[in-house]
T-cell receptor, first 116, second 111 residues
Framework: DQQVKQNSPSLSVQEGRISILNCDYT??????FLWYKKYPAEGPTFLIS?????DKNEDGRFTVFLNKSAKHLSLHIVPSQPGDSAVYFC???????????????FGQGTTLQVKP | DAGITQSPRHKVTETGTPVTLRCHQT?????MYWYRQDPGHGLRLIHY???????DKGEVSDGYSVSRSKTEDFLLTLESATSSQTSVYFC??????????FGQGTRLTVV
């Protein structure tokens, strides 16, 4: 049962254009969403996050959009650069309480290639 | 970079042998996680810890056990390694179970 899904295994865009990576989730208890970037032979690095009380969060060239009704989030990279070529993972958490920790559940990843 | 060290970085072991991977942090973060990364599956949560001696199962916990006797160390043990456990294993830490910071990974091959 895949709670977080990235249905596009790969994406190729031209340098300078917009990259849009998509992610769907099924668990309505998720209240925090994150995007990570991963280069080969390295650990994932945190990119940007969004709380469920917001529908948009922006950080430089990176913007994450959240559509709660559709249980969908997307990452926009504008403009795309060759150095952005990597695997991108979305992740979701159901928050925490005194007895829970908020497991961080990841999608399968999308490989982005930005062509010069 | 967050102070996370995984050891060993690479290991080849035989089927049926026990294997222990270590994650050590210097950040004093409360939460620690073990993930495995496999093609087509992304990062799957094996076990996680929300405090010393407080652990819980993730999505793919069968065949794995963990221990956390100190804040800084989180051990992942494969009691009897199988070929299906060949993977890259990542440890992660977080303070408020939000943005997790990852280690460099351990590549484990079971032959």
């Amino acid at each position: 049962d895949q709670q977080v899904k990235q249905n596009s295994p790969s994406l190729s865009v031209q340098e300078g254009r917009i990259s849009i990576l998509n992610c769907d989730y099924t668990n309505s208890m998720f209240d925090y969403f994150l995007w990570y970037k991963k280069y080969p032979a390295e650990g994932p690095t945190f990119l940007i996050s969004i709380s469920s009380i917001k529908d948009k969060n922006e950080d430089g060239r990176f913007t994450v959009f959240l559509n709660k009704s559709a249980k969908h989030l997307s990452l926009h990279i504008v403009p795309s650069q060759p150095g952005d070529s990597a695997v991108y993972f979305c992740a979701a958490s159901a928050g925490s309480s005194s007895s829970n920790t908020g497991k961080l559940i990841f999608g399968q990843g999308t490989t982005l290639q930005v062509k010069p | 970079d967050a102070g996370i060290t995984q050891s060993p970085r690479h290991k080849v072991t035989e089927t049926g042998t026990p294997v222990t991977l270590r994650c050590h942090q210097t950040e004093n973060h409360r939460y620690m996680y073990w993930y495995r990364q496999d093609p087509g599956h992304g990062l799957r949560l094996i076990h996680y810890s929300y405090g010393v001696k407080d652990t819980d199962k993730g999505e793919v916990s069968d065949g794995y056990s963990v221990s956390r006797s100190k804040t800084e160390d989180f051990l992942l043990t494969l009691e009897s390694a199988t070929s299906s456990q060949t993977s890259v294993y990542f440890c992660a830490i977080s303070e408020w179970d939000r943005e997790a910071f990852f280690g460099q990974g351990t590549r484990l091959t079971v032959v």
